[in-house]
């Protein structure tokens, strides 16, 4: 399967394109094998067999034989978007575990040639939303669920999936180096979804965490 490249932005609709493609790879797998490699649970018993797993901490599921992918109890079938990120997810997995070392979009394969465009739609984006205020940005992690992390003047790992960690760092800066965010994978990602669905992440990690802040300001 081909892979498709990020561009300035993530083509979210590029990227669902590939539904059909996807589906077609997935047809005769060992649904044990795949439960172990994505860290999902395999119900058999749910027919026609389904897998049950988080996605960004919220429960979801993928039916096996059509591969549609259900958030939580819903009984309609998610977005075109959710759809290929967890197919994505469920074709390449491998059950590689994770490094515990973070790496920016750069050392991704092909990475390098897109981490200025990957770095404005995330990590500028959050430091043009927070500026100096890492309280706010703190408060916006953790409404998010974030877990702490030791990296940076504050950072927060987030679990967009089973084996699939995002972790966003926030520096304030001082008068040598400017402020900045930016938004890692671990070292294992590539084993788990495409550069292109790395992407995709971060743009949605980093919108998860805009909004999270606008909510705070209204309440």
Same mark, same amino acid.
């Given at each position: 399967?081909?892979?498709?490249?990020?561009?300035?932005?993530?083509?979210?609709?590029?990227?669902? %394109? %590939?539904?059909?493609?996807?589906?077609?790879?997935?047809?005769?797998?060992?649904?044990?094998?795949?439960?172990?490699?994505?860290?999902?649970?395999?119900?058999?018993?749910?027919?026609?067999?389904? =897998?049950?797993?988080?996605?960004?901490?919220?429960?979801?599921?993928?039916?096996?034989?059509?591969?549609?992918?259900?958030?939580?109890?819903?009984?309609?079938?998610?977005?075109?978007?959710?759809?290929?990120?967890?197919?994505?997810? =469920?074709?390449?997995?491998?059950?590689?575990?994770?490094?515990?070392?973070?790496?920016?979009?750069?050392?991704?394969?092909?990475?390098?040639?897109?981490?200025?465009?990957?770095?404005?739609?995330?990590?500028?984006?959050?430091?043009?939303?927070?500026?100096?205020?890492?309280?706010?940005?703190?408060?916006?992690?953790?409404?998010?669920?974030?877990?702490?992390?030791?990296?940076?003047?504050?950072?927060?790992?987030?679990?967009?999936?089973?084996?699939?960690?995002?972790?966003?760092?926030?520096?304030?800066?001082?008068?040598?180096?400017?402020?900045?965010?930016?938004?890692?994978?671990?070292?294992?990602?590539?084993?788990?979804?495409?550069?292109?669905?790395?992407?995709?992440?971060?743009?949605?990690?980093?919108?998860?965490?805009?909004?999270?802040?606008?909510?705070?300001?209204?309440?």
């Amino acid at each position: 399967m081909s892979v498709p490249k990020p561009s300035s932005t993530p083509n979210l609709d590029r990227f669902s %394109r %590939r539904l059909g493609e996807l589906r077609s790879a997935l047809q005769n797998r060992d649904p044990i094998r795949l439960a172990e490699a994505t860290g999902s649970e395999w119900k058999p018993e749910e027919q026609p067999g389904e =897998f049950r797993l988080l996605y960004w901490g919220q429960p979801a599921r993928l039916t096996a034989g059509d591969w549609l992918v259900y958030k939580g109890c819903s009984t309609e079938p998610a977005s075109d978007f959710e759809q290929a990120m967890l197919l994505y997810y =469920f074709d390449i997995a491998d059950g590689t575990p994770e490094e515990g070392r973070w790496v920016s979009f750069t050392d991704l394969p092909d990475g390098k040639f897109y981490s200025q465009a990957f770095q404005g739609y995330t990590g500028r984006e959050i430091w043009a939303a927070f500026g100096a205020n890492l309280a706010a940005f703190e408060d916006a992690c953790k409404a998010l669920g974030g877990a702490r992390q030791d990296l940076g003047d504050a950072s927060y790992c987030f679990r967009a999936l089973p084996r699939v960690p995002v972790l966003v760092v926030y520096w304030l800066g001082d008068e040598d180096f400017p402020g900045s965010a930016r938004v890692l994978f671990d070292a294992s990602a590539s084993h788990y979804l495409t550069t292109d669905a790395c992407a995709v992440l971060g743009s949605a990690i980093t919108r998860k965490i805009i909004s999270a802040n606008l909510k705070n300001k209204d309440a």
